[in-house]
């Protein structure tokens, strides 16, 4: 179970990716939420309706550093933050939630999750933002006028 928490960041994705193209507070929020919805309703997640509370937290985690800069500041140190807040605020959650605090390799199993949350997480949604508004297809959106100056 130790192993899962390698592709942590690529289950977060989404909040940071949806806050970098619309810019607004709560989106990120919303984004992980509904994720969570879809993999309740259409995947028959085993967590069941527990996983709409898991997104709300990991939505949390994602935005937090973009409130913090009042969604002004979307440079590669925040998406970096980003990953870091999700990984601190997902592990916490889920450590009271599974039992982990006290287990020998806890503080393993948060340092795997970090580097995963900044990369899978952070520094990807940053990379796929970028890499889908230079196709224009993001035009309408915050992050298209961003780019347009």
Do not use: H
Request: aromatic share 10%; proline share 3%.
């Amino acid at each position: 179970y130790l192993a899962a928490n390698v592709l942590a960041g690529a289950w977060i994705v989404v909040g940071p990716l949806a806050t970098y193209i619309v810019r607004k507070p709560g989106v990120g929020i919303l984004a992980e939420t509904l994720a969570a919805l879809v993999e309740v309703v259409f995947l028959a997640s085993p967590a069941g309706p527990l996983l709409l509370v898991v997104g709300l937290v990991q939505g949390v985690g994602a935005e937090l550093p973009f409130a913090l800069t009042r969604y002004r500041r979307f440079g590669w140190w925040v998406f970096v933050a980003s990953g870091v807040s999700t990984a601190l605020v997902t592990f916490a959650f889920n450590a009271v939630r599974f039992g982990w605090l006290g287990q020998d390799y806890a503080m393993l199993r948060l340092g795997i999750q970090v580097v995963s949350c900044v990369v899978l997480c952070g520094l990807a949604a940053r990379l796929l933002g970028d890499a889908l508004a230079r196709t224009g297809a993001l035009d309408a959106f915050a992050i298209g006028a961003a780019r347009r100056g």
